[in-house]
């Protein structure tokens, strides 16, 4: 099974500030024949089923605001939030979807400081 | 546009079981695997396994076999997560997730809460 790792676990910044969650896995989710990475991010808000954020690691699911931005290739992954918003208070996930069982990462907690 | 709604929350005794239901409406329901996703309390996202829309074939993920059933109505667009012998671990939110052509979660379920408890 791919492994995700997620850092921090939880963090806390101001309000129009930048926010930078990692994740890691534990091989590589490039798939060679189309070039692309199979690593997806999620926003969790309490009561609502999980948001696609980010699909391919780097393109925007559509309607998602352009403060949201995924890098990264093969085993290491950035979704950053250029300036952080009130409604983006949330857990965030990275998933691998390159091979079964499908991952998630164990979750970062997003709080305004 | 798509939409995928389950059923409502459930409260069930221990031994006891439940069938949850995933009903898809706005493309073609046999075109796309259909996943289903646990979220314990205080816990992450746990996948559970998916079925093949079209053939109807489940392939359930390590922890998610024996009690755990997938099944499809294809009459009615709908998948079912069938839970027997339930204990009290098995408390969680259950979704539903499509597999889209963006990848896994492209559309997800509202959820379903699952209460098992005496």
């Known amino acids: 099974d791919i492994v995700m790792t997620q850092s921090p676990d939880s963090l806390a910044v101001s309000l129009g500030e930048r926010a930078t969650i990692n994740c890691k896995s534990s091989e590589s989710v490039l798939y060679s024949s189309n070039s692309k990475d199979y690593l997806a991010w999620f926003q969790l808000k309490p009561g609502q089923p999980p948001k696609m954020l980010i699909y391919w690691a780097s393109t925007r699911e559509s309607g998602v605001p352009d403060r949201f931005s995924g890098s990264g290739s093969g085993t290491d992954f950035t979704l950053t939030i250029s300036s952080l918003q009130a409604e983006d208070v949330a857990v965030y996930y990275c998933q691998q979807y390159y091979s079964i069982p499908i991952t998630f990462g164990q979750g970062t907690r997003l709080e305004i400081k | 546009q798509v939409q995928l709604v389950q059923s409502g929350s459930e409260l069930k005794k221990p031994g006891a079981s439940v069938k949850v239901s995933c009903k898809a409406s706005?493309?073609?329901?046999?075109?796309?695997?259909m996943n289903w996703v646990r979220q314990a309390p205080g816990q992450g996202l746990e996948w559970m396994g998916w079925?093949?829309?079209?053939?109807?074939?489940?392939t359930y993920a390590q922890g998610f076999t024996g009690r755990f059933v997938f099944s499809l109505d294809t009459s009615v667009s709908t998948t079912y997560l069938q839970i027997s012998d339930l204990k009290a671990e098995d408390t969680a939110v259950y979704y539903c997730?499509?597999?889209?052509?963006?990848?896994?979660?492209?559309?997800w379920g509202q959820g379903t809460l699952v209460t098992v408890s005496s």
């Open positions: 706005g493309y073609t329901f046999s075109r796309y695997t």
């Open positions: 997730a499509r597999d889209g052509p963006r990848g896994t979660g492209d559309y």
């Open positions: 079925i093949n829309t079209n053939t109807g074939n489940p």
